[in-house]
C-alpha cells in the first residue's frame, strides 16, 4: 500500500493513530476522535487531506487484521490462581507475553 506524493502526510498519520487508539482502548473513543477532529481543523482543507484520513484509515485496518491474533492479549499464564485474601508475591512479569507473541518485525522470537 503507497501513498500518492498528493496525500497530507500529517492528517494520515493522525487518521492511523486515532483508528489504532479507538479500536484498542474503546473506552478513550470519543476524546481520540475529538482529538482527531480537532488536530485536522490545523490542515488546510482540500483533497490532500481527504486523501491522508482515508489512506490512514485504510493502514490502521490493515494494521489491527494482521495484529489481531499476535497474542498480545493472552492470559497471564505466569500468575498462580488462588482464593481471595491468598497473598501471591508479585513477580515482575509485565512483557511476558513478548517472548509468545508474534513479532512486529522478526520472522520468529527467536531472532531477538
Do not use: C
Not at 500500500?1 to 473506552?27: G, H, I, N, Q, R
Amino acid at each position: 500500500m503507497t501513498a500518492t506524493p498528493d496525500t497530507s502526510k500529517e492528517a494520515a498519520a493522525a487518521a492511523v493513530a486515532a483508528a489504532v487508539l479507538s479500536k484498542l482502548f474503546p473506552d478513550a473513543a470519543a476524546d481520540v476522535q475529538s482529538t482527531l477532529t480537532t488536530y485536522l481543523t490545523t490542515l488546510p482543507d482540500g483533497e490532500a487531506k481527504s486523501k491522508g484520513v482515508k489512506f490512514g484509515e485504510d493502514v490502521a485496518a490493515r494494521i489491527l487484521e494482521a495484529r489481531e491474533k499476535d497474542g498480545a492479549s493472552a492470559a497471564d499464564a505466569d500468575r498462580p490462581k488462588t482464593k481471595p485474601g491468598a497473598y501471591i508475591p508479585t513477580p515482575i512479569t509485565y512483557g511476558w507475553a513478548l517472548a509468545t507473541m508474534t513479532p512486529f518485525a522478526l520472522a520468529s522470537p527467536s531472532q531477538f
